[in-house]
């Protein structure tokens, strides 16, 4: 509390309305002290008197100095108010380059692992010959597949499991490792969010959710409802809210939709 009242005082001291009244009272003081001492006894015809003089100049000199210290001390107060300008400034551009470091961090680890994701399905592929499915095809095939058990008894009543492993579990080869990377993505994004938020939420310029939804937008379809199926499969609560708080499934309900709605209230 102290230091604040101090940081205050020489705030409104070291202002500039209040330097410049200060500066033009003291030289005004000085040059009053000047007239009054020399106005009264001055001659033009008469010659010095050196003991006058000597006492007029201590007369002016103990005046005088007070001012003079006084205004060396306003002159300390206007270097240490630049100094803590100059400060803050530094500080703010630190917290500008820093800030503007984490941003390019987080994006070139983010379009790195979302190039691993593209890299990993156009890997994908399975037939042969004329019969060759490749990449989002066979995930939009798995996921039919899927649907096909799943619904063969009506709208999500059948058994998520033998489904699951009819469709994607029996190409876990190929599909494992895609899902790993997604995962990893989805959570890169969430714990940076949540990481820089709680150290400085103010100066937090990274906007997740448009990272967030430019990942979603390079999701084919098939992509979507094989993330779906596997977030079902899995049954995990913490994914299933993940992946709604990121968006992945916002303007895209797909099929498996109504089942992680229920698993969310649950």
Request: net charge negative; glycine share 6%.
């Amino acid at each position: 509390m102290e230091d604040e009242k101090i940081s205050k005082f020489l705030e409104q001291i070291s202002s500039d309305k209040t330097l410049a009244r200060l500066l033009s009272g003291g030289a005004a003081i000085s040059i009053a002290v000047l007239v009054i001492g020399l106005v009264p006894d001055f001659d033009v015809h008469s010659s010095i008197d050196r003991t006058a003089a000597g006492a007029f100049g201590d007369f002016v000199g103990g005046l005088l100095n007070p001012v003079l210290t006084f205004l060396t001390f306003i002159a300390v107060i206007v270097t240490v108010r630049l100094q803590r300008v100059e400060l803050k400034e530094s500080r703010k551009e630190f917290k500008r380059s820093a800030d503007a470091l984490a941003k390019e961090n987080f994006e070139a680890t983010f379009f790195r692992m979302s190039d691993m994701r593209r890299s990993v399905v156009n890997t994908i592929d399975e037939g042969t010959g004329n019969h060759v499915l490749t990449g989002t095809d066979l995930f939009e095939l798995a996921a039919k597949q899927v649907a096909h058990s799943h619904n063969k008894n009506g709208p999500y009543k059948g058994n998520i499991v033998t489904s699951y492993e009819r469709g994607i579990g029996r190409r876990s080869a190929d599909f494992d490792h895609y899902f790993r990377i997604v995962w990893r993505i989805a959570g890169y994004i969430n714990n940076a969010r949540n990481n820089l938020a709680s150290v400085n939420a103010a100066h937090n310029n990274i906007d997740y959710a448009f990272y967030a939804q430019l990942f979603r937008d390079q999701l084919s379809n098939g992509e979507l409802d094989a993330i779906q199926i596997r977030l079902a499969y899995q049954a995990n609560q913490s994914d299933i809210e993940l992946f709604e708080e990121l968006g992945f499934f916002n303007d895209y309900p797909g099929w498996l939709e109504p089942y992680l709605k229920d698993k969310l209230s649950t």
